[in-house]
């Protein structure tokens, strides 16, 4: 595999992070009056889990698409470009708009399409599904924490 190829993909999936940065300072004396639902980890967590998560998302995509993107990845490619988009749109929703319940529907969309993209990266690269995992369970998380929020405030 080409490393050019895999910091491009890595890179590439970083762009949601990247996106979601000028929402969250400007609001977190916003967030910090909320009621929490119980497991809220610290802040700094954050940032951490999604920059892991983002580089797993990256590694997959470097792996199902080492060879390029050719007509047998059409759906993966496109579910890939909905899930960064779906995560890109989250932060804004959540903490720059204060829409509790878009972000609920958002973020449960993106654990539904979410499943869908592993599917399809299975595919093709099982160790690209496998990576996909933790991903997959932190969304899971999200969506309870998302719902906490919206119920207790």
Same mark, same amino acid.
């Given at each position: 595999m080409h490393l050019m190829k895999v910091v491009l993909w890595l890179a +590439?999936? !970083?762009l949601p992070m990247l996106a979601s940065v000028p929402f969250v300072d400007p609001n977190m004396t916003w967030y910090h009056t909320l009621v929490k639902p119980p497991l809220v980890p610290p802040d700094f967590i954050f940032g951490l889990v999604w920059t892991v998560l983002y580089l797993l998302i990256g590694g997959a995509a470097a792996l199902v698409f080492h060879k390029g993107v050719e007509d047998k990845h059409?759906? #993966?490619?496109?579910?890939?470009? +909905? !899930?960064?988009?779906?995560? #890109?749109?989250? /932060? @804004?929703? *959540? *903490?720059?708009?204060?829409?509790l319940p878009l972000a609920l529907a958002v973020v449960v969309l993106m654990?539904?399409?979410?499943? *869908?993209?592993?599917?399809?990266? #299975?595919?093709h690269s099982k160790l690209a &599904?496998?990576?996909?995992? @933790?991903?997959? &369970?932190?969304?899971?998380? &999200? /969506?309870?924490?998302? &719902?906490?929020?919206?119920?207790?405030?």
């Open positions: +590439v999936c !970083q059409h759906t #993966a490619v496109w579910l890939l470009g +909905v !899930q960064l988009l779906l995560n #890109a749109l989250w /932060t @804004p929703v *959540f *903490f720059g708009m204060h829409n654990l539904a399409e979410g499943f *869908f993209m592993h599917r399809s990266f #299975a595919k &599904a496998w990576m996909l995992w @933790p991903y997959w &369970a932190w969304l899971m998380f &999200a /969506t309870y924490l998302t &719902a906490g929020f919206l119920m207790l405030n």
